[in-house]
């Protein structure tokens, strides 16, 4: 059974996707393939259930989801479906975190909504949360799943040595497979829910 929180994150985020100012080029089919699997929750059991966890950047998570909540429509439906989410979810920060700048080690969390350690445990899918601290930069990084990203509030993304930019509150953010992108937070902290697909 999915719980009601999760299926409303799910829900609102689909609604969020398609209803975004200028979706990229390519993502729809990504996108496609992710909302139908995502509509028949796993029956998948988890070894040991995922406890949740705060790290120190939740305490940004309000001030993360103030500007969608003040827009209105389905991206502000999601922040709040999000907020009564965040409380179940296991915040953890990235793997070899520590080799990186204190301001990202103290500054970043990562929780898993969806996926093989995710909330609901699935192999199709990988959807999850990044929460960043104002003024911190995520390392660049590239994964063979395509992915696209649904953001909840200001920050900026780059791919390769591209430029930064601005997708905003209910924005879409795309990067086919392998691409090396980042993401930095400027005044604000920075929140965007992901999502990968991992089957093929
Ligand atoms: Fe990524």
């Given at each position: ?32 393939r992710v909302?139908t699997a995502l509509?028949v929750?796993s029956?998948q ?69 969806a996926g093989p350690?995710?909330?609901e445990?699935r192999n199709d899918v990988v959807a ?17 799943p ?49 999502f990968l697909w991992t089957k093929d």
């Amino acid at each position: 059974m999915r719980p009601s929180a999760l299926e409303k994150v799910f829900e609102h985020a689909e609604a969020a996707f398609r209803s975004a100012p200028g979706i990229p080029p390519g993502s729809e089919s990504l996108a496609d393939r992710v909302w139908t699997a995502l509509k028949v929750p796993s029956e998948q059991e988890h070894v040991i259930d995922p406890e949740p966890q705060a790290l120190p950047v939740c305490s940004f998570l309000t001030d993360a989801l103030q500007d969608s909540i003040a827009l209105g429509g389905p991206i502000s439906d999601l922040a709040m479906a999000f907020q009564d989410l965040a409380l179940e979810l296991c915040w953890e920060r990235r793997r070899n975190a520590e080799t990186g700048p204190g301001a990202f080690f103290h500054g970043h969390a990562n929780a898993v909504l969806a996926g093989p350690n995710g909330l609901e445990r699935r192999n199709d899918v990988v959807a999850g949360a990044s929460l960043m601290a104002p003024g911190v930069r995520y390392p660049d990084h590239r994964h063979p799943p395509e992915e696209f990203y649904v953001v909840l509030s200001p920050g900026q993304w780059r791919q390769g040595d591209g430029s930064w930019y601005e997708p905003g509150p209910g924005g879409v953010v795309h990067h086919p497979p392998g691409m090396v992108h980042a993401m930095r937070s400027g005044d604000s902290p920075l929140l965007a829910l992901w999502f990968l697909w991992t089957k093929d």
